[in-house]
């Protein structure tokens, strides 16, 4: 009887280990953390190495079963988050099995420029784009050379339609407002058989959205959701020109969940001016008191 149970814990470990999640590689806002040009504290620290480097606001899909990887944003970033991600999966080739984007801000694209004959010339990576950011790519340098010279092989998707990855994940795209000078801009779902990530780096106020907020992240297992700003007067401009959801708007829109449904949003894309940024600070507490989460660098979700 014992040997029974001791193989159906290795049976089950070894399940587990097959299943498919979500690793995050880069919880910063397009600038990074520290950001060009910044000369105070929160960015000196980094740069006197009292607080830590972090990437810009990217995740991963993994299926260990295949041994595919799929990339959500191409940061600027991109060649420390694909060395994270090869070192994560115990696999060191570069290659992906695609790269999805959510939109033309800088933090979200520009790393494709490391799949061109600078640098990786890489052949043929499927990067999923919705028709204006399509459109884009292909008819602006220097993207429009990965596109000719075949680096990337761009795969439309359209609102709200499937992608079947393999057997066991899909992915869909939901539009979300947001300032869509060059391209839309999307947020992403992530199904396995069982689970549901939902993934939303960059949206305007969540008024401005006609879908729920409370209803996404009930019908969630995990709520990837714009942290950009913790709070009014972060900045030194007016936060009407990038009119991002503050956090503390956030949790006062969701604060009559339970708990099990708050501790399912973990804030990401923060700002290099958001203290939630640093761990130990007191909004990083005050915000995991209330129930909610921020998402961390190589943090991991089971699908």
């Known amino acids: 009887m014992f040997r029974y149970w001791i193989l159906h814990f290795?049976?089950?470990?070894?399940?587990?280990?097959?299943?498919?999640?979500?690793?995050?590689?880069?919880?910063?806002?397009?600038?990074?953390?520290?950001?060009?040009?910044?000369?105070?504290?929160?960015?000196?620290?980094?740069?006197?190495?009292?607080?830590?480097?972090?990437?810009v606001s990217c995740i991963a899909l993994v299926d260990p079963s295949t041994g595919q990887r799929w990339i959500f944003d191409a940061t600027p970033d991109f060649k420390i988050q694909l060395e994270a991600l090869k070192h994560t999966t115990n696999n060191e080739s570069n290659d992906l099995s695609g790269i999805f984007l959510t939109h033309a801000h800088i933090g979200h694209y520009t790393g494709l420029m490391d799949l061109g004959r600078e640098v990786m010339g890489a052949k043929s990576v499927p990067v999923f784009v919705m028709p204006r950011m399509k459109e884009y790519l292909e008819k602006n340098g220097p993207w429009s050379q990965l596109v000719s010279i075949e680096n990337v092989k761009l795969q439309p998707i359209q609102e709200n339609g499937f992608v079947q990855l393999n057997s066991r994940l899909q992915v869909r795209a939901f539009r979300v407002p947001h300032r869509d000078e060059f391209s839309e801009t999307v947020g992403y779902e992530i199904k396995s058989q069982g689970k549901r990530l939902v993934f939303i780096p960059d949206i305007d106020k969540w008024q401005k959205w006609s879908e729920s907020l409370e209803g996404l992240v009930q019908s969630a297992d995990y709520a990837l959701l714009d942290g950009t700003f913790y709070k009014d007067g972060e900045i030194n401009r007016p936060m009407s020109e990038v009119p991002h959801p503050f956090v503390t708007e956030t949790m006062s829109l969701l604060d009559t969940l339970p708990i099990s449904q708050k501790s399912k949003v973990h804030f990401i894309h923060l700002n290099h001016t958001n203290p939630l940024l640093q761990p130990t600070s007191e909004e990083s507490r005050l915000i995991q008191k209330k129930g909610f989460q921020v998402a961390r660098s190589l943090q991991i979700f089971r699908l």
């Open 10 to 55: 290795l049976f089950a470990l070894t399940a587990y280990a097959q299943e498919p999640y979500v690793v995050v590689l880069g919880t910063a806002q397009d600038g990074g953390y520290p950001q060009a040009g910044c000369n105070k504290a929160c960015c000196q620290a980094v740069w006197e190495k009292k607080l830590a480097f972090e990437s």
